[in-house]
């Protein structure tokens, strides 16, 4: 179980992993953060620039090797080796200004850019008996 704020979500791997299969593993929703945020960006940023659009989706995927999360091969990484981000805007606006907008919800974009501008991460571990 994931909360924040007065939210919760419920967080399960799949059967072979160990989990139930009750909810989205922590990866998927790490990638359902990126395209939610993208949406989210590229709509608001849409009205901000008084562009009408119809709809925005964001499709995410990403590649895993499950060989470095399940430390099976020093020389994978256990986190994502590559993430692509398809955007599809559905709009009567121009071409060129939609692009415009893209490009900016896209530099724009919070999860976006902690992902990629390697932030730094802490850790504390805190045991209680």
Do not use: W, Y
Not at 34 to 62: K, P, Q, R, Y
Request: glycine residues 8%.
């Amino acid at each position: 179980m994931a909360k924040s704020r007065e939210h919760a979500l419920v967080v399960d791997e799949p059967p072979d992993l160990g989990g139930t299969d009750n909810g989205q593993n922590p990866i998927e929703m790490l990638l359902s953060a990126l395209g939610a945020c993208n949406t989210i960006a590229t709509i608001a940023f849409a009205s901000a620039m008084g562009l009408s659009v119809d709809s925005v989706t964001t499709e995410v995927s990403g590649k895993l090797d499950l060989r470095g999360f399940l430390g099976l091969d020093g020389s994978v990484r256990p986190g994502l080796q590559e993430v692509q981000v398809t955007t599809r805007i559905r709009s009567k606006e121009p071409k060129e200004k939609l692009e415009q907008l893209a490009a900016f919800a896209e530099a724009h974009c919070p999860v976006k850019d902690t992902l990629s501008a390697g932030t730094r991460v802490t850790n504390a571990v805190e045991i209680e008996v």
